[in-house]
């Protein structure tokens, strides 16, 4: 068990519709980021915040969109779902922003876009 | 471009048949190479940092190393359990702090 908690496990959804999936970090740790990972794919970035802000972004789409509350832990917010949407969503958490540290990853959430 | 490729795609041994699983990483700085198992459906659990040529890390039948270019992950023994696919993932100077990860290597241990 890493510490880092995702809900919910599993997602099943229409095309054009919304869904939010939450992340809460290992305690003590300021930086989240956000995967997809489609099938038989390898891990892709999304974004990561830190301690609040927006920290860097990646191959994140404009219909996806995520913050990072007071408390810590982080929402993706996921709209206009398309059938391509349909993957594993990982959240990981690092103490910081230090290049060295290691991320730890949750249990991800299988989204099924229908 | 930072680049990280991992050979082969897929291995298949038998139980106690040791093998070497290879990270080829291009980057400019490195800050750290990090190795992942990730079971099916499953998130990637930490296995290892290696932060600089000559190092080496062990962790039960699992061992790590790093030259200026590549990593292996050396596999002593194996069991059924130790199936799974493995992640290496680097991060450099230039890449604002995000890992770049390979495409994994599936491993099959039979018993």
């Known amino acids: 068990d890493s510490g880092v908690t995702q809900t919910p496990k599993h997602l099943i959804t229409a095309t054009g519709q919304r869904v939010t999936l939450r992340c809460s970090p290992r305690?003590?740790?300021?930086?989240v980021y956000w995967y997809q990972q489609s099938l038989d794919q390898g891990l892709q970035f999304l974004i990561q915040?830190?301690?609040?802000?927006?920290?860097a972004k990646g191959n994140i789409l404009e219909r996806f969109s995520a913050q990072q509350f007071p408390d810590l832990h982080s929402e993706l917010n996921l709209s206009s779902l398309e059938l391509g949407d349909s993957a594993l969503y990982f959240c990981a958490s690092s103490v910081g922003v230090v290049a060295q540290e290691t991320q730890y990853f949750g249990p991800g959430t299988r989204l099924l876009v229908l | 471009e930072d680049q990280v490729t991992q050979s082969p795609e897929a291995l298949r041994l038998q139980e106690g048949e040791s093998s070497s699983l290879n990270c080829s990483y291009t980057v400019s700085g490195l800050r750290g190479l990090f190795w992942y198992r990730q079971d099916p459906g499953k998130g990637p659990e930490f296995l290892f940092t290696?932060?600089?040529?000559?190092e080496e890390k062990e962790k039960e039948r699992l061992k790590a190393t790093l030259t200026k270019k590549e990593s292996f992950l050396h596999i002593t023994a194996p069991k059924p359990e130790d199936s799974a696919t493995y992640l290496c993932a680097v991060r450099g100077e230039d890449s604002n702090y995000q890992l770049i990860w390979g495409a994994g290597t599936k491993l099959i241990i039979k018993p």
């Open positions: 305690s003590g740790d300021l930086s």
């Open positions: 290696l932060y600089s040529a000559g």
């Open positions: 915040y830190y301690n609040g802000e927006e920290r």
